[in-house]
C-alpha cells in the first residue's frame, strides 16, 4: 500500500498531430530520470483551444506543447508570456505555476543550442534564412538576440511573411535585416557566415526536394543548417558537405528545444544523448 498511481501530464496539442513524435523522446528521457511523467499528444481542434487550455488547470496538468495552428492564438490564454515570445509573437511551450499559465518559445532557443553544441558562434555573424514561417520567426529573433549582426530573410513574394518579419527583426532587435525576394534559384551572398533552410522543403515524404538556391555559392567557411527534422539528413545539407561545409540537421535542434521545455516541466535535465538515440531508432537512422 501507499504506492502513488498518479502521473504528472504534459503534452502537446495540435491539428494535425498524429505523426508528431515528440511523445518518443519525451517518453524515454522521462524514463531514463526514473520520472513519472506521461506525455500525451492531443487532437485539439482550433475552436476549442480555450476550452483545451483551461483544462490544463482543471488536470493539474504540469504544461503542454503547442503546434500548428495553436502557436499564436495560445496567446490570449496565457497569464504571462515571456519576452523573447511576445517580440515572435508565438509560444510553443506552457507550463503551470501557482495556477497560472506561463508561455515560453524553445524553438528558437533549441536551435541556438545545436549551434553551439557544433562550435559556430553567432556574435558579429551575418545569417541568411530561408523561409519566414513560424520556425524562422523563433530563429530569427533567438538569432539576433545572441548577437548576430545581420539577418538576410529570403521569402517567396506572395505571402508578405518575409517583408513582416524582416521589418520585426528591424524594429525589436539589435540586428540589422535585409529582406530577399526568393523568386529565383538564389545565390548566398558571400557575407553569409550561417545559412539556415527554416522552410518545410525536404520534409518527410517529399525527402527528394531541396530549395531553389544555386549550390555552388555556397563555401566551406559556412556552417548550413536544416530545421527538417524527418529525414534529418537533407539533401540540402547533402548538397552544403559537398562543397565542404560544416552541417548541422534539424534532431540538434528538436532534441534542445525538448530539453528545454522538459526542464520547466520537470525542474530537471533530460539527457540529450537518449533523446537522439530515442529518435534515430524511431526514424531507423544508424
Ligand atoms: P510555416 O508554414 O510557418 O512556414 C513555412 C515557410 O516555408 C514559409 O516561409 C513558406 O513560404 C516556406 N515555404 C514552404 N514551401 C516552400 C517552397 N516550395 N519554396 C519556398 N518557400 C517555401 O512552417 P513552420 O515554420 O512552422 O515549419 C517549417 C519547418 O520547420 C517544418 O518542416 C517543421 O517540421 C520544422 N520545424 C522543426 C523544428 C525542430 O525542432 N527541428 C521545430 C519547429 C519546426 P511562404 O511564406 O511563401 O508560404
Given at each position: 500500500m501507499g504506492n502513488c498511481y498518479r502521473e504528472e501530464l504534459v503534452g502537446v496539442f495540435g491539428?494535425?498531430?498524429?505523426?508528431?513524435?515528440?511523445v518518443v523522446v519525451a517518453q524515454a528521457a522521462f524514463e531514463d530520470l526514473g520520472i513519472p511523467y506521461r506525455y500525451l499528444t492531443i487532437l485539439v481542434h482550433p475552436e476549442d483551444l480555450g476550452t483545451a487550455m483551461s483544462a490544463l488547470k482543471a488536470l493539474n496538468m504540469k504544461g503542454i506543447h503547442l503546434t500548428i495552428p495553436h502557436k499564436v492564438e495560445v496567446l490570449k490564454y496565457l497569464d504571462h508570456v515571456a519576452e523573447d515570445a511576445q517580440i515572435m509573437g508565438a509560444v510553443n511551450t506552457v507550463y503551470v505555476k501557482d495556477g497560472e499559465l506561463y508561455g515560453e518559445n524553445t524553438d528558437g532557443k533549441g536551435f541556438l543550442t545545436s549551434l553551439k553544441e557544433e562550435g559556430v558562434s553567432i556574435e558579429g555573424k551575418t545569417a541568411m534564412l530561408l523561409g519566414a514561417g513560424g520556425a524562422s520567426r523563433a530563429i530569427a529573433v533567438e538569432l539576433a538576440n545572441a548577437g548576430a549582426k545581420k539577418l538576410l530573410i529570403a521569402n517567396r513574394?506572395?505571402?508578405g511573411r518575409g517583408e513582416v518579419l524582416t521589418a520585426l527583426v528591424r524594429e525589436k532587435t539589435k540586428a540589422e535585416a535585409e529582406y530577399i525576394c526568393w523568386d529565383h534559384k538564389l545565390s548566398i551572398p558571400q557575407e553569409v557566415d550561417i545559412l539556415v533552410n527554416t522552410t518545410n522543403i525536404g520534409l518527410y515524404p517529399d525527402t527528394d526536394q531541396k530549395p531553389d538556391v544555386d549550390y555552388n555559392t555556397i563555401f566551406p567557411r559556412m556552417a548550413v543548417c536544416d530545421v527538417?527534422?524527418?529525414?534529418?539528413?537533407?539533401l540540402f545539407l547533402k548538397e552544403a558537405e559537398k562543397r565542404g561545409a560544416k552541417s548541422i540537421d534539424g534532431l540538434g535542434m528538436l532534441v534542445n528545444q525538448a530539453i528545454i521545455s522538459f526542464r520547466f516541466w520537470t525542474g530537471r535535465t533530460c539527457s540529450a544523448e537518449v533523446m537522439r538515440k530515442a529518435l534515430s531508432r524511431e526514424y531507423g537512422i544508424e
Open positions: 491539428c494535425p498531430i498524429d505523426e508528431n513524435p515528440t513574394p506572395a505571402s527538417i527534422p524527418n529525414h534529418p539528413h537533407t
